[in-house]
């Protein structure tokens, strides 16, 4: 018999607003307790003490616009923020700063998270929906400097991006880009040559989000409708689906896979958070505690996988935290 589902470990209350967006940094002074970052429908970052389950610090620098993504670069006082306003502020929050030390202006009206990849020691690429409607571009960071802008083939009509993941197989390896669009396709872009290698329909309706797992060459990814698509990268760089699973309920805002690459879990219109196990997509669990849309789902990057806490947020403006370890 199933074991039933867990109560959150505790929940987190104060943002005041719809939470979009969730981040955990682990690297502070006290790995073992996470800093962890969310950002809400009112324009505000707020960065979380996990010990007093308070607010720590609240940033405010997308203009009262919708934040719908942050990412800790490198440690947890350099901090990247995308929000409705079109703008990718860079901070600095060293010795209490909360100053927004650059930003790049996207230009681009959707909700599409950029996505980020260190490439070396202080080097980062950004991708990020571009002004021309299909267009990708990618940018190095801190400098700001354009790697180049990723266009479909003429004719190619496949709307707009709606969410990318850069990555690559080792470190100096050539990175690579995932893009869901707003037809469906999911297509594997080769940054370096800014040339498509491969495109693949998974959705009907356009992909809300995806995760890839670069060492199973393996991906899923979540749309509008009820199917979870889990697609694979074959050595000629092709993609080609794995297998669909259909959901109970329509509607997929996020998915992510655990750093240990066990297990996954998906953000729901349904208010519910499903626990799947990565290697064969097995249901595990369904936690059901939140009152309207979970928008995220972020997993904490513990060394030690069973101390890994799983952070939800949602549009009832409150953020759970659960402990799910499973020994598999």
């Keep these: 018999m ?7 470990q505790f929940v987190l209350r104060g943002t005041s607003a719809a939470v979009h967006t969730l981040h955990f ?46 990412e800790t670069m490198g440690g947890k006082d350099r901090l990247l923020s995308q929000g409705r306003d079109q703008r990718i502020c860079l901070w600095d929050l060293a010795e209490g700063r909360t100053s927004v030390m650059d930003s790049v202006f996207t230009e681009h009206v959707g909700f599409c998270r950029c996505s980020l990849l260190k490439v070396a020691q202080g080097r980062w690429l950004m991708a990020m929906a571009a002004r021309g409607l299909e267009e990708v571009q990618v940018l190095e960071l801190p400098s700001k400097t354009s790697v180049c ?101 329509a509607g997929i805002s996020d998915i992510t896979i655990r750093p240990d690459k066990k297990i996954l879990a998906t953000a729901g219109w ?20 939140h009152t309207a849309t979970v928008h995220c789902v972020s997993f904490s990057d513990h060394r030690n996988p069973r101390e890994t806490l799983l952070a939800a947020g949602s549009k009832d403006h409150r953020i759970s935290v659960w402990s799910i370890y499973t020994q598999t």
């Excluded at 199933?2 to 959150?8: G, I, M, W």
């Excluded at 970052?37 to 389950?53: A, D, Q």
């Excluded at 009509?157 to 990175?175: A, E, R, T, V």
Aim: include cysteine; charge should be neutral; charged fraction near 20%.
């Design 2 to 8: 199933a074991l039933p589902p867990p109560d959150p």
């Design 25 to 70: 940094s682990c690297g502070g002074q006290e790995p073992d307790i996470p800093v962890l970052f969310s950002g809400s429908e009112n324009g505000f970052i707020h960065v979380w003490n996990l010990k007093t389950h308070r607010v720590d610090t609240a940033l405010d620098g997308h203009g009262g616009k919708s934040v719908y993504y942050v």
């Design 149 to 249: 802008t990723l266009k479909p083939e003429v004719g190619a009509k496949l709307g707009m991006p709606m969410c990318l993941k850069l990555w690559q197989l080792s470190c100096g390896s050539q990175p690579l880009l995932l893009a869901g669009y707003e037809d469906g396709s999911v297509v594997l872009w080769n940054v370096t040559i800014g040339k498509a290698l491969s495109q693949l329909v998974c959705h009907q309706e356009p992909v809300m989000s995806l995760d890839f797992d670069s060492e199973k060459a393996k991906g899923i990814s979540g749309s509008s409708e009820k199917v979870l698509s889990i697609w694979s990268l074959n050595e000629q760089q092709n993609l080609q689906v794995y297998k669909t699973h259909r959901l109970v309920n």
């Design 270 to 289: 349904d208010h519910r958070i499903r626990i799947f196990g990565w290697k064969k997509l097995k249901p595990l669990a369904v936690l059901d505690y």
